[in-house]
C-alpha cells in the first residue's frame, strides 16, 4: 500500500536584485537582523500580497537601498527555490538584473544597515546563496 498523505510546506516568495553599475560594480546592502546579520546581500525582500515580484524588487530595491528603478527595466535573471537556501524555511526567489547608474546616492534603509558599491572583482562573502545569484547575474550580461 503507497501512502499517499500529502505534507504540507509554508513557502515565502521573495524578489532580488542584482544592481550592477555600467563600470563593473554591483549594489549591496548590509543585513540589519539574522539570519546572516551583518552579512551582505542583495537588496530584496518579500512579494506582499497582490505584488508581482518584479514589483516588489522594485520596491524592495528602493526601500533598502533609496535607488530608485522602475520595475519595467528590471530583466529577470532566474528563480532560486533549493530548499535549504534559507535557514528560516523554504523561500523561492526571483532575481533581476537593473543596470543603474554608479552616481546614484544610495541611501540604506527599511531592514539593511548600510548600502554600498563593491567592485564585482572584489565582493565580500554574501549571505544566502547571493554569491551564486551574482554569478548568474554576471554571466548574463
Do not use: N
Request: proline share 7%; hydrophobic share 40%; net charge negative.
Amino acid at each position: 500500500m503507497t501512502d499517499t498523505t500529502e505534507i504540507s510546506e509554508d513557502i515565502r516568495y521573495d524578489a532580488d536584485v542584482v544592481a550592477v553599475s555600467p563600470d563593473g560594480r554591483v549594489l549591496l546592502i548590509q543585513r540589519g537582523w539574522p539570519p546572516y546579520e551583518g552579512a551582505w546581500a542583495l537588496p530584496g525582500g518579500h512579494v506582499d500580497r497582490g505584488e508581482t515580484s518584479r514589483a516588489a524588487a522594485a520596491r524592495e530595491m528602493a526601500e533598502e537601498t533609496g535607488v530608485a528603478v522602475a520595475a519595467t527595466d528590471l530583466r529577470q535573471i532566474g528563480v532560486w527555490d533549493q530548499p535549504d537556501r534559507d535557514p528560516r524555511g523554504r523561500y523561492v526567489t526571483v532575481a533581476y538584473l537593473a543596470v543603474v547608474s554608479g552616481d546614484s546616492p544610495i541611501a540604506a534603509g527599511d531592514d539593511a544597515r548600510t548600502a554600498r558599491w563593491w567592485p564585482l572583482d572584489d565582493l565580500p562573502p554574501l549571505a544566502f546563496d547571493h554569491a551564486d545569484i551574482l554569478a548568474k547575474a554576471a554571466s548574463t550580461r
